[in-house]
């Protein structure tokens, strides 16, 4: 029995301060997660606060966007050489077209001083336009001489047309 005791004594005593420093260690091991997680949460935090200032920003912007319309002179063209350039059936934005199926593309061109506003690519509504209302995408450019207006991509035979105080309207991408 005393070799037990003695046995158990020494064991406490070697024991003891490994039991000790794993209390410590594991106290050190949660003071480190604890701030491992309140760097994470602040990041977290910081993340947020970034994509609450974006959000408010691109609402401010889609708002600005819902803003540009303008009354505009509407008229059609035929992509032919005598109409367009040497190269009909490429828009002034590099996409080709059938010519013969101009229609089906709902394609405008605008006026130079309109693409201060539009840029190609940009979806926008027309209003105004007789039978021609709709939803088109900016794909072309007029010739320099004219000012404040949009032309309609249309087939070769449709016949010619103009539209005055013609409504047009950027929309949202989204």
Known sequence: MFIKMK?????????APIVLMAILYQGLINTKIQSEKLKIEQEYQLQF????????KLEQ???????????????MYHPTKRQ??????????GTHINVWKA???????V??????YFSYGDYV??????????????RDTMNSRWKNRIDFLCSIGTKPFKYNKVKIQKLDRS
């Open 7 to 15: 046995w158990q004594a020494y064991a406490i005593s070697i024991l």
């Open 103 to 109: 229609s089906d593309y709902k394609f405008i061109a």
């Open 61 to 75: 912007e889609n708002k600005q966007l819902q803003e540009i319309q303008f009354l505009v002179t509407a008229t």
């Open 49 to 56: 606060d970034k994509l609450k200032h974006n959000i408010k």
């Open 84 to 93: 367009c350039d040497s190269t009909p059936n490429i828009t002034a934005d």
């Open 111 to 116: 006026s130079r001083d309109l693409l201060n």
């Open 125 to 138: 509504l027309i209003q105004g336009a007789n039978g021609r209302d709709g939803i088109y995408q900016v």
